[in-house]
């Protein structure tokens, strides 16, 4: 299916009157959770992630160990024809963990971002088939390339050929106990495909999406099953934009000092 371009919706300020601004600190993920009602289904037989193979797509899409020049800041930075420093951001994210609702929810309700069109490529239910894409500019200097990418196991190539070049990552996870499977497949198929010192290096943020669930899974049960303890948490529900703000800032803040040092 071709690319189209989808007009959001008119534009509201999140806190009217106040400035985009980056947070000097993570927000704190709460208090300990009751256990859920419901079936967690996490079984090492059922991930079906097949190492070699994902070895071998991370290869092919060129995604190779670090090289010292991307690990210093400012020493390896993408410009545009304008001079503007390009960083890439993805979500990512098994399928309807909500990285699309939430990319769209930014989109609508950011306004103190200057922001391009937002390009999706999905299928006839609405999921993401490829990508979704979106400009996002932080003044005249710096350019935000925020991409979803297809969650659904069979799009395991283009998914991965997506994190080519990725400067910032946004997991984000279902928190019904149901899909703890899907989640972990995942975050193992992420690991695989970035290797080690991309995984230790990269500035990623967790967000532990669907917190509205009668059966969420508690906080710190996910965390420790997905084993991202450690990293910068965010409880979101991506249909409302909970935290979803909170949680780009701290991404665009981390990948910003990361990539240029600044």
Do not use: C
Not at 39 to 54: D, N
Not at 171 to 178: I, T
């Amino acid at each position: 299916m071709p690319p189209r371009e989808v007009t959001p919706p008119e534009a509201v300020a999140v806190e009217p009157g106040e400035p985009f601004k980056l947070p000097r600190e993570t927000p704190r993920v709460g208090a300990r959770e009751p256990e859920p009602t419901g079936t967690i289904v996490a079984s090492s037989t059922e991930l079906r992630i097949e190492a070699e193979s994902t070895s071998n797509i991370a290869r092919a899409a060129r995604i190779h160990p670090r090289r010292v020049t991307e690990i210093v800041p400012g020493t390896d930075l993408r410009r545009d024809d304008e001079g503007r420093i390009r960083i890439k951001i993805v979500f990512y994210g098994p399928s309807l963990s909500g990285k699309t609702t939430a990319l769209r929810w930014l989109f609508a309700n950011v306004r103190s971002l200057g922001k391009g069109r937002i390009v999706e490529i999905g299928d006839e239910l609405g999921r993401t088939t490829y990508f979704d894409f979106i400009p996002v500019s932080a003044g005249n200097r710096v350019v935000f390339d925020v991409f979803t990418v297809a969650g659904q196991r069979r799009h395991a190539t283009q998914r991965i050929n997506v994190l080519r070049g990725v400067d910032g990552l946004i997991f984000m996870a279902d928190s019904a106990p149901e899909m703890m499977n899907e989640n972990l497949a995942s975050i193992q198929e992420l690991r695989i495909a970035l290797g080690t010192d991309r995984m230790a290096t990269l500035p990623i943020v967790v967000a532990l999406n669907k917190r509205d669930l009668p059966n969420a899974m508690p906080v710190d049960r996910m965390l420790q099953m997905l084993d991202l303890h450690g990293y910068p948490t965010f409880t979101t529900i991506a249909t409302e934009g909970k935290n979803l703000l909170r949680m780009m800032q701290r991404m665009l803040r981390d990948a910003i000092v990361f990539k240029i040092g600044i």
